[in-house]
């Protein structure tokens, strides 16, 4: 029997789940049919904790239309869970609940999964604050379906073209380098990599939020990414990551500048740049950037790409200069709309 502390036992009486009638067609032998709603969702996951950071985060990749919105849940401070193959949606929100409440991740699933009339066609995976993990997957789940559970991590799939997809994701995510969300999409990447899901692939996303609540919910959900539908959802979502860690130097670059240190913001709008050379917007604000730290010459050449590539970014020039965010004289001024000029 599972104890639940008082103050949380009434949010056990509030988790009801609204199952129908619907039998499982082509159950593996030796499971019986069992009554659930709606259709599996063919997965695989990976939720996992940074040790270092106390990151939390949850990663997904399935042949299902907008995984990204049933699968993965977390939340700052309290942990993060994925709910796959037959998805009951609340094993997300009362998980979380029920963590953010005083349960770690083992007493909250126990305390779900009795509370489930179908708990043999359910695949979850729950992390805490702590790293402490909890896996559960259900016996009518259907093959090939498993999970392994790590340090401070949980991978999970079910509906694979062959075994050992799970082993896979391990290996890579224990293997990888680097923040945890580039983790988590090395773990996905194996899976694929060894066969995945056996109707193919459609969606995948990503969410990690901080290791503790800062009060600013916006601010604690620091990767938060969906490929709906693309043929290559992976590679999409790769794509994605880049470009978010690359507005996350833009945005580190910002936060340089208003506290007046122009060489942090100038190296910071630098590594965006390597990470999308092509991205217009990135090249624009960092020439602003030079043009405000007073360094015109270094700008003009960024400011000329940029106009030759689209005209319409000159318009802005003296927009930004009404505006008091463009701090150049006539002399700066006649030297950047000479720019991309083919006249000059």
Known sequence: MVRIPARVSYRLLLISFIVSMLVMSGVQAGHEAVPVSGRPVHTYSIVARDPQSGQLGVA????????????????????????????????????????????????????LLAADPNPGVRQVAMIDSSGQVAVHTGENCIRYAGHLAGEGFSVQSNLMIRPGVPQAMAAAFQQATGPLAARLLAALEAAQAVGGDLRGKQSAAI??????????????RLVDLHVEDNPQPLQELRRLLTLNTAYEHMNQGDHALESGDIDAALAEYGQ???????????????????????????????FDGIFRHDERWRELVPRLVQAGLLDADEAALGRINAAGSKTK
């Not at 399935?62 to 993060?80: D, E, K, M, T, Y």
């Not at 094993?91 to 305390?111: C, E, K, V």
């Not at 990690?208 to 604690?220: I, N």
């Open 207 to 220: 969410l990690v939020v901080s290791g503790t609540a800062s009060g600013r919910p916006w601010e604690d």
């Open 60 to 111: 997904v990749q399935s042949h299902w239309f907008s995984v990204g919105s049933l699968v993965p849940w977390a939340q700052a401070g309290v942990g993060a869970i994925a709910t796959q193959s037959f998805v009951e949606v609340r094993y997300g929100t009362s998980g979380l609940d029920l963590m953010a409440s005083g349960l770690d991740a083992q007493r909250t699933l126990d305390a």
């Open 272 to 302: 965006a740049e390597a990470l999308q050379p092509d991205n217009l917007e990135m090249k624009f604000w960092h020439a602003v950037s030079l043009v405000n730290a007073g360094r015109v010459a270094a700008a003009v050449p960024v």
